[in-house]
């Protein structure tokens, strides 16, 4: 099935480089270009794409009031944002997710990681870099706790799905656990699927959270 993107960046420069990139893979496809937030919102209404490429800074509507309009359509459901930008800060990390993002990467990232990024949130499955991951943390650990930590959500948890809980917690994506543990990307898919079950984590970026607040993971110097 091909996989088709929707591109909202204010630079036109940028927009033809991910155009080029994406249309250089053969499950991917660019069905069109938003020069700003509003143009994001009306095109994803035309073209119900799987994934939205969505920067965050863009004059007018910007990229967070863009996802959140996108996010809050029920016939673009099935829509997904990935957020590419180089303000990986807590605020916009924090915000982002909220407003419905699937995925939050730099613009420094590589083009493997990129292509990568789009195919994992357009599987459903959602995507931090390690940077955004960072910030997530920093903004987590910062506040104050508002619940007891549940110790039995991790010792449900099988040494296998520990360290998938682990790598996951720093940033890593599912094809990164898979090379670092010699596993297929789908077999760890399956692992973080059970690992969001059993810590009732409605996503990616709570099960981090929940990582960091019960110990199953420890904040790297």
């Keep these: 099935m091909t996989i088709r993107v929707l591109i909202a960046d204010d630079q036109a420069l940028l927009r ?15 069905v069109d270009e938003a020069a700003n937030g509003q143009q994001a919102v009306a095109l994803a209404g035309v073209h119900r794409p799987d994934v939205v490429l969505m920067d965050i800074r863009m004059p007018g509507t910007d990229g967070l009031a863009a996802t959140a309009a996108i996010c809050a359509r029920p016939d673009l459901e099935g829509t997904r944002i990935l957020v590419l930008t180089t303000f990986q800060t807590d605020e916009y990390v924090a915000q982002a997710l909220r ?6 990467l730099g613009k420094d990232t590589t083009a493997e990681v990129l292509l990568d990024a789009i195919r994992t949130v357009a599987a459903g499955d959602a995507l931090l870099s390690p940077a ?4 997530l943390i920093t903004r987590f650990l910062s506040g104050p706790v508002t619940e007891t930590p549940r110790t039995d959500h991790i010792a449900a948890l099988t040494p296998r799905e520990r360290e998938v809980l682990a790598l996951a ?4 994506s599912n094809t990164e656990i ?14 973080v699927q059970r690992i969001k079950t059993k810590m009732n984590a409605r996503d990616r970026a ?14 790297r110097t």
């Design 206 to 219: 709570q099960l981090v959270a929940l990582a960091y607040q019960s110990g199953a993971a420890r904040p």
């Design 16 to 30: 033809a480089t991910f155009r080029v990139l994406i249309g250089s893979c053969d499950d991917l496809v660019v």
């Design 99 to 104: 407003l419905g993002a699937s995925g939050f």
């Design 178 to 191: 898979a090379d670092e543990l010699f596993l297929s990307p789908l077999t760890v898919r399956t692992h």
């Design 132 to 135: 955004a991951t960072r910030s």
């Design 169 to 172: 917690a720093v940033g890593k």
